[in-house]
T-cell receptor
Framework: GNSVTQMEGPVTLSEEAFLTINCTYT??????LFWYVQYPGEGLQLLLK?????DKGSNKGFEATYRKETTSFHLEKGSVQVSDSAVYFC??????????????FGAGTRLFVKA | GAVVSQHPSWVICKSGTSVKIECRSL??????MFWYRQFPKQSLMLMAT?????????EQGVEKDKFLINHASLTLSTLTVTSAHPEDSSFYIC????????????FGQGTRLTVV
């Protein structure tokens, strides 16, 4: 079945450092890919998405490019801030009959950013 | 954008009691909703798919008699944790799926359940 693998954390960076969180996926067909963020004590928020190969999703300085040839969707940010400390989930959408698309998540990567 | 509201956001209950968690789609109809469970510092595990007008579909290893799911209307799904035990303490999140290719799911705020 479809699955998502992302790098284990925690990742600890200093403020203004460059961030990369690796994500690869296994899927039949061409799923849409997502990054969700979960701040402490909160639910999930969509950070960015890409729906087809070579698409680049971007939001709040974060970027990820849908790479079909390497089945990857790595998350990057050029300069992290303390407020970026959170758990980041890579995910893909998997069609469920006629009921829409369910989300399959990676394990999550916890990011700590130090001032 | 579409909004999913989950209630309560946190609950503490005694062992042996039952707890009901509600998930509502506020501005759209959802024939399907998903229930996830998240253990501390772990990912979200899909528990079951809630289907309006029919029985829920449970993932392997999830006890359907313990986690009762009811999808009473096109805007409401409920998860009842029956005879709760401390090991049921967790963060439970519902979501309504996107219905278009590429559409993201919409998540509730989550419910933190603590069983004492």
């Amino acid at each position: 079945g479809n699955s998502v693998t992302q790098m284990e954390g925690p990742v600890t960076l200093s403020e203004e450092a460059f961030l990369t969180i690796n994500c690869t996926y296994t899927a039949t067909g061409y799923p849409s890919l997502f990054w969700y963020v979960q701040y402490p004590g909160e639910g999930l928020q969509l950070l960015l998405k890409a729906t087809k190969a070579d698409d680049k999703g971007s939001n709040k300085g974060f970027e990820a490019t849908y790479r079909k040839e390497t089945t990857s969707f790595h998350l990057e940010k050029g300069s992290v801030q303390v407020s970026d400390s959170a758990v980041y989930f890579c995910a893909l959408s998997d069609q469920v009959g006629t009921g829409g698309f369910k989300t399959i998540f990676g394990a999550g990567t916890r990011l700590f950013v130090k001032a | 954008g579409a909004v999913v509201s989950q209630h309560p956001s946190w609950v503490i209950c005694k062992s042996g009691t039952s707890v009901k968690i509600e998930c509502r789609s506020l501005d759209f109809q959802a024939t399907t909703m998903f229930w996830y469970r998240q253990f501390p510092k772990q990912s979200l595990m899909l528990m079951a798919t809630s289907n309006e007008g029919s029985k829920a579909t449970y993932e392997q290893g999830v006890e359907k008699d313990k986690f009762l799911i009811n999808h009473a209307s096109l805007t409401l799904s409920t998860l009842t944790v029956t005879s709760a035990h401390p090991e049921d303490s967790s963060f439970y999140i519902c979501s309504a799926p996107g219905h278009l290719s590429g559409a993201e799911a919409f998540f509730g705020q989550g419910t933190r359940l603590t069983v004492v």
